[in-house]
């Protein structure tokens, strides 16, 4: 019995993608008749039991509890070809096909598939494998009728199944963008990485086949060096697509939450008769959602200040900020910003001074960012400085 890789990397890895698929469940059982979700479920699970029963330390066990010498060989090399199935069906559904195509293509592939496993079973029983070999299985009975047919069953089954993956991710592509593009770069390598892995298989088999053994190391030490690393990679290349969009918007959340603080800074105080603000934890509240809030309440804050609201302080700021060299647009922005600044100290002054606002106005998500970003202008502090001002001096010649 030769010496193989640590199991502790086995374990890592397929206990991860287990609680990846774990994960999944409570989806699954909501969308039963999810093909995608279905092969998605599958992929992960065959991955992760895959890793967890290749482990050298798995392989000894099994054997042990079955009393069967190499009992584990058909086990993992069963789920090696579950594997590969599982991968050709989801990106087969994954695709943007016809519907009558996606299902007659998933259909050819788990039929194939389902006959490889039985074959690789049936082979197993057929053969003779007294002597337990834990790493050099597929070396030691290169040469045993049945098992010599199980062995290359099994690795051609994940070669072919691992190329038409590859070359569909590779070329789907082309086609796409953001995180979907991502994955699919990341599971095209990936697959071919586990490609490889058969053919530094077969070539180890092939030179048993003409009585050599020099090749052997290639199967106890080179092979399962690009195991865990392709599974895990394809996982990641899997998830990236499907979590890709989520962390996309919670980014985006993120830095808008960020670029509406200063405006939130100004008029979190201010009073909004009518209007309920729920408290929203920013630790247990998705970023989304706050950012939904933080708008609500701003809306709430600026037409609660309406009645304060100067157009003389908004002009005023507009021509200096057109002076400054700013383009029409810009200055627009630092003459509301001003107007609601200086709206807001009216408020906190001289409450009375209110008046009946004629109009409204709707902000959008971008007017409320480029209104923070004015706040802090030069221009429109000064504004907001002068109107202290003139306010303390008319209370002084009063």
Not at 242 to 258: D, E, F, I, K
Not at 389 to 395: G, L, N, T
Request: one cysteine or more; aromatic letters at 8%.
């Amino acid at each position: 019995m030769s010496s193989g890789p640590s199991s502790l990397g086995f374990y890592i890895s397929g206990t991860l993608l287990l609680l990846a698929c774990a994960m999944k469940i409570p989806a699954l059982l909501r969308r039963r008749h999810d093909t995608l979700l279905q092969a998605a479920c599958l992929l992960l699970f065959s991955a992760a039991c895959l890793i967890l029963l290749a482990a050298p330390e798995s392989i000894v066990t099994i054997n042990q509890l079955t009393k069967v010498p190499n009992a584990a060989a058909p086990l993992v090399y069963a789920m090696t070809t579950a594997f590969s199935g599982a991968s050709l069906v989801l990106i087969v559904n994954w695709r943007s096909a016809s519907p009558e195509q996606t299902r007659r293509v998933t259909r050819l592939v788990a039929g194939t598939y389902s006959l490889a496993i039985v074959a690789i079973i049936v082979l197993f029983w057929a053969g003779d494998a007294s002597a337990e070999q834990v790493t050099l299985f597929d070396a030691y009975y290169a040469r045993t009728p049945y098992i010599r047919e199980m062995i290359v069953t099994y690795l051609l089954a994940q070669a072919v199944a691992m190329t038409a993956a590859s070359t569909l991710c590779w070329r789907w592509s082309a086609h796409v963008h953001g995180s979907l593009r991502a994955g699919l770069r990341i599971l095209a390598p990936a697959y071919l990485s586990i490609v490889a892995y058969d053919l530094i298989r077969l070539v180890a088999v092939a030179a048993r086949w003409t009585g050599r053994n020099r090749l052997d190391f290639l199967v106890d030490k080179v092979s399962p060096q690009l195991a865990v690393p392709s599974c895990v990679f394809g996982a990641l290349g899997f998830a990236l697509p499907l979590t890709g969009p989520r962390l996309t918007t919670t980014a985006r959340s993120l830095r808008q939450l960020r670029q509406l603080t200063p405006l939130w800074k100004v008029l979190e105080d201010v009073p909004t008769p009518g209007a309920i603000r729920a408290p929203l934890p920013w630790w247990r509240t998705p970023p989304a959602v706050l950012l939904t809030g933080r708008r609500t309440a701003l809306h709430d804050a600026i037409l609660a200040l309406a009645p304060y609201c100067d157009p003389v302080v908004r002009q005023a700021a507009y021509d200096a900020d057109l002076r400054h060299g700013s383009h029409e647009s810009h200055a627009t922005v630092t003459g509301n910003a001003a107007m609601i600044l200086v709206a807001r100290e009216r408020q906190r002054i001289a409450p009375e001074e209110a008046h009946d606002a004629l109009h409204t106005s709707t902000w959008r998500l971008d007017d409320l960012v480029h209104l923070s970003q004015a706040i802090v202008s030069p221009i429109v502090q000064h504004t907001c400085q002068q109107y202290r001002h003139s306010q303390k001096a008319a209370a002084h010649h009063d």
